[in-house]
């Protein structure tokens, strides 16, 4: 079945730091989506990627679509500690397709 | 406009028990997914409901099952319920056509003793 990966699985920045998360599925996607999810919640939605090799952005964040479309990545610029949670990217094989969540990226910033 | 609402917030049941849960979409969503989500973990899909009728559904037995309802309300039923079954379930809405984005509910925190 489809497979999709992040790395890291964790990562601790201390405020002001970049961070990057990256997302590979194992077949070729419709979309991706981003989610974040904080502490005790529920993930909410960030911004949804369609286009080969898409970038969109969003203040202090970057989303990336590979060319391909198997692949995406989620880049803050100096991080605040509400950036703090855990990163979730999905994808779609199609647009009325479930979502495929990958295994998230927790982030920790520190002052 | 209300987003997804889930109820209840809490529950504890005990194994061999039977539990459904309840969801009510957002506002202009006719479609609704629910997924499980073990403490550490991602969501992982249970199925999905659009038109009233099981369209989707993943790795998930047959204990599991669900309902929608003309209003677009959906529910999920799970049956003999195992320790295992612990986890925080999600029920999201969305729109069926456009490939719009997924709402999530506030979830369900379901601990089986």
């Known amino acids: 079945g489809q497979q999709v990966m992040q790395i890291p699985q964790y990562q601790h920045v201390q405020e002001g730091e970049d961070f990057t998360t990256y997302c590979n599925s194992s077949t070729t996607l419709s979309n991706i989506q981003w989610y974040k999810q904080r502490p005790g919640g529920h993930p909410v939605f960030l911004i949804q990627?369609?286009?080969?090799?898409e970038v969109k952005k969003q203040k202090r964040l970057t989303f990336q679509f590979g060319e391909a479309k198997k692949n995406s990545s989620l880049h803050i610029t100096a991080t605040q500690t509400t950036d703090v949670g855990t990163y979730f990217c999905a994808g779609a094989k199609s647009t009325a397709s479930k979502l495929t969540f990958g295994t998230g990226t927790r982030l920790q910033v520190t002052l | 406009d209300a987003g997804v609402t889930q109820s209840p917030t809490h529950l504890i049941k005990t194994r061999g028990q039977q539990v459904t849960l309840r969801c009510s979409p957002k506002s202009g969503h006719d479609t609704v997914s629910w997924y499980q989500q073990a403490l550490g973990q991602g969501p992982q899909f249970i199925f999905q409901?659009?038109?009233?009728?099981?369209?989707q559904r993943g790795n998930f037995p047959d204990r599991f099952s669900g309902h929608q309802f003309p209003n677009y309300s959906s529910e999920l039923n799970v049956n003999a319920l195992l320790l295992g079954d612990s986890a925080l379930y999600l029920c999201?809405?969305?729109?069926?056509?456009?490939?719009?984005?997924?709402?999530f509910g506030q979830g369900t925190r379901l601990t089986v003793v």
């Open positions: 999201a809405s969305s729109r069926r056509q456009g490939g719009t984005e997924a709402f």
């Open positions: 409901y659009y038109e009233e009728e099981e369209r």
């Open positions: 990627l369609v286009k080969s090799g």
